[in-house]
């Protein structure tokens, strides 16, 4: 048996180390260097906004887009109940109240036509998540959002570089944030970015990162902020990742593809689709949803990959099964069966940057062993 592998592992050999050490060499390593304002200018005309604002990660991201909106108590968000915690963290915060959509069972993204039914007259705003390389249908989206007059909120910290219809991702809506974990397209250890296209929401999304200080009275604050800056040597790392987006882009698309050609041919799984009509999969991550049928649930599919050295991740707990949420009372008697049964058939195989082709031979040959010794 080979060496464990990681579930991911970043690229970190272009201009890293170089833009590194210029923070180092030039003393300039707090949010005050000049690469934060480059890296956010860089990254805005990259997807196609008029602002960007680094922030220290994607969480942080979308709990200053959900306060810089004005969302609190009275408001109704709807949103996916498949995603990760950090997308309802500020909306409960705020006092206002999540309404959740069930998944789509093919795309694994929120089930656009459930939108509209769940609008009442408190519905403030509609946050869309773009789920593990394939962008929500938006169009439909932005259709109910002008004809109910509600915010968009676009969470696309896994689509870096993604397009839906040609338009880039992360330009959608009022407002949109990504994160740079390191197992994102593109990475700055920890780090996040606002972008918007409105003046107001820039400033106000510019003053909550920076603990609202206003610039002649300092220490006097109307409104309160967070310190949610990012360093000089994050967007160090940043700005030379996103030289690279491209050829990362292009890199994961090359390991979907070979994944796909070598596992398509077995039963009982589901594979993510390789394309909609409105994009081509960018394989954030690789999932794969196990049919109740092959007896073997995602926990136990986990078990036996670790065994033999692979490395995998569960899918998204559903948000109306959080048991912080549940003890706060929230989403009592509510079913979304598509994200259940994500949660419960699904997990997601190594996916990273670096993951080579002989890495991707192994854990499918691993994958097809964890299957057949099923009926053992
Ligand atoms: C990774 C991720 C986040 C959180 O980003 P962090 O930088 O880890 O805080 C938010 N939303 C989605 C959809 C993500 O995949």
Request: proline letters at 5%.
């Amino acid at each position: 048996m080979g060496d464990f592998i990681p579930v991911n592992e970043p690229l970190l050999d272009g201009n890293e180390k170089k833009y590194l050490l210029e923070c180092i060499e030039s003393g300039w390593i707090s949010s005050e260097g000049p690469f934060v304002k480059e890296f956010e200018q860089k990254f805005a005309i990259r997807m196609n906004r008029k602002h960007g604002i680094a922030v220290c990660n994607g969480t942080a991201a979308l709990d200053a887009s959900v306060d810089a909106l004005g969302i609190g108590a009275g408001d109704e968000v709807i949103m996916p109940t498949f995603t990760i915690i950090s997308c309802i963290g500020q909306i409960i915060r705020s006092g206002a109240t999540p309404v959740l959509v069930d998944s789509d069972p093919v795309t694994w993204n929120m089930d656009v036509s459930q939108i509209e039914a769940k609008i009442t007259p408190r519905t403030k705003a509609i946050m869309i998540v773009h789920i593990f390389g394939l962008p929500v249908d938006v169009d439909p989206v932005l259709d109910i959002a002008k004809r109910y007059g509600l915010k968009v909120i676009e969470d696309a910290a896994e689509m870096h570089g993604q397009t839906y219809k040609g338009r880039s991702c992360g330009s959608f809506g009022d407002i949109s944030t990504f994160s740079f974990y390191p197992n994102k397209h593109i990475t700055t250890g920890e780090g996040g970015m606002i972008l918007t296209d409105d003046d107001d929401l820039a400033e106000t999304c510019r003053s909550l990162r920076n603990l609202c200080f206003q610039p002649h009275k300092r220490f006097v604050h109307e409104r309160l902020g967070w310190n949610m800056r990012m360093t000089n040597m994050q967007a160090a790392l940043g700005l030379a990742q996103l030289e690279r987006l491209d050829e990362f882009v292009e890199r994961k698309r090359r390991m979907g593809a070979r994944y796909t050609e070598i596992l398509k041919d077995l039963n009982g799984v589901q594979l993510p689709l390789a394309k909609t009509e409105y994009a081509d999969n960018i394989y954030w991550v690789y999932g794969l949803v196990f049919d109740d049928s092959t007896g073997m649930d995602a926990e136990e599919a986990m078990k036996r990959l670790a065994q033999q050295g692979i490395g995998t991740r569960p899918f998204f707990y559903p948000m109306h099964q959080q048991p912080v949420l549940r003890k706060m009372g929230f989403f009592e008697g509510e079913s979304y069966p598509v994200a259940e049964q994500l949660y419960r058939q699904g997990l997601y195989i190594p996916s990273g940057m670096a993951l080579s082709d002989l890495q991707v031979t192994t854990v499918v040959d691993v994958v097809r062993a964890a299957l057949l010794c099923k009926t053992a």
